[in-house]
């Protein structure tokens, strides 16, 4: 069987997982940052390496495109994901998605394989939305679930704004998103979870991807002596929103698994030691699988904060910051990846993606799928994200055979386009 080039992908995870590590070592490839254009230059290299057009659209998603005379009419076979990352993060994800793709053309190129149809693989912008919110956002647009004039204008958390710097980093491309109309898409990626690791699964075949609500709560309350002031005049804002966080683990705790909550970000004003907390600004991460949950834990979540006014006296405003809903994804392609695990003696099982995926976005466009491999002790969007170097060769090699299902072309023996 055809198989990857495993040393050239694992030389290529570790090279991009070196880029974009701050003063501290720590790996932060924030969208649009010069950290993020340092990895986008590389996989711009690594696709013209491997004699890919080189393609980046007004969002600054970045395409590498293989297509020969015969099939460049043909609707094309997608692969990609992202390699923006969250603040200390890890080396494999999203990044190893793109890696195998470039590896997984190369691979069918020296191996003389003539697809029928165009493969393209995809970096899409801000998949994290760490700096930019929403995140998936390179990928929203890509699908039209978001105007690319909007995108640009996004503000970051840093108060600067992505159409500017994508610019700076010349990364602001001129192809409309969504030139390319995929016939299929199929991402690999880590799972980001303990599932695969802890059954003892080498392929996850994911059939669906959970509904995330993400929103920002700003609680007023009132500054005062943190010395002189009796505990029942106090208008804490700080007090307020620790309630909201055991609130929503108690929710979570109660919800028998299936939804999860994080607050992620919180901030005081005016922050000091001696001072009641006026001002409580913090973000939550709602998700479950199911869409009708979802909502009920969004609606029990909004009367108990209108709760919370009442008993502790403040005001507490919510901001929706992104909302989508859960996505099933195509049965055929799940059926292919199950069986392209199988006939390399794989285990693989079902699985749910937990994470946001830039897959969940794609999957509007065409048939859509992923493909997982485990992450030991379930760890990720920290430096201690790991998964074996045999666990990425196997899920890449799966990745290489549903590309070879999905293109229908035929090896030539001599070295394709
Ligand atoms: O938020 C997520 O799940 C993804 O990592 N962007
Ligand atoms: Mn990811
Ligand atoms: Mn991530």
């Not at 009796?230 to 208008?235: D, F, K, L, M």
């Not at 009708?292 to 209108?306: M, R, S, W």
Request: hydrophobic share 40%.
């Amino acid at each position: 069987m055809l198989s990857i080039n495993g040393n050239r992908l694992i030389e290529k995870i570790n090279a991009l997982g070196a880029i974009g590590k701050d003063e501290e070592g720590k790996r932060t490839r924030l969208a649009a940052s010069d950290a993020d254009k340092a990895g986008r230059d590389a996989v711009v290299e690594w696709m013209k390496d491997a004699d890919l057009k080189v393609v980046v659209d007004r969002i600054g998603n970045i395409f590498g495109i293989w297509e020969t005379p015969m099939n460049k009419n043909e609707a094309p076979f997608m692969l990609g994901s992202h390699i923006d990352t969250v603040i200390n993060a890890g080396q494999y994800d999203g990044c190893y998605g793109v890696l195998a793709g470039i590896e997984v053309i190369k691979a069918l190129k020296e191996a003389g394989y003539v697809p029928k149809r165009p493969i393209a693989v995809g970096a899409f912008t801000n998949e994290e939305g760490v700096r930019y919110a929403p995140d998936m956002m390179g990928s929203l647009v890509y699908a039209g679930g978001l105007s690319v004039e909007d995108a640009l204008t996004t503000i970051g958390t840093d108060g600067t704004i992505l159409g500017e710097e994508l610019k700076r980093i010349g990364y602001e491309g001129t192809a409309e998103p969504g030139f390319l109309k995929p016939y299929a898409y199929v991402e690999l990626h880590i799972e980001q979870g303990p599932i695969l690791d802890v059954e003892g699964f080498q392929i996850g075949a994911v059939e669906n991807l959970q509904g995330i609500s993400w929103q920002q709560i700003t609680v007023e309350g009132a500054a005062n002596h943190a010395g002189t002031t009796p505990i029942a005049q106090r208008i804490d804002a700080g007090l307020a929103a620790a309630k909201v966080i055991v609130f929503l683990r108690d929710r979570c705790d109660n919800s028998n698994a299936t939804t999860v909550a994080t607050v992620g970000c919180i901030e005081f004003e005016p922050n000091a030691i001696n001072v009641i907390p006026s001002k409580a600004v913090l973000t939550v991460d709602m998700r479950n699988p199911n869409e009708d949950k979802l909502k009920e834990e969004e609606k029990v979540f909004a009367n108990y904060l209108k709760e919370l006014e009442k008993t502790d006296k403040v005001g507490i405003a919510a901001e929706r910051l992104v909302r989508f809903e859960p996505v099933k994804f195509d049965e055929a392609i799940v059926k292919l990846v199950e069986q392209a695990a199988e006939k390399r003696g794989f285990t693989s099982r079902r699985i749910t993606s937990g994470a946001g995926q830039d897959a969940q976005m794609i999957a509007r466009m065409c048939p859509t799928a992923m493909i997982f491999v485990p992450s030991i002790n379930g760890i990720s969007h920290n430096p201690k994200e790991f998964t074996p170097d045999k666990d990425l060769i196997a899920g890449a090699n799966v990745l290489l055979d549903v590309a070879i299902e999905m293109t229908g072309g035929q090896m030539t023996g001599g070295r394709g386009y």
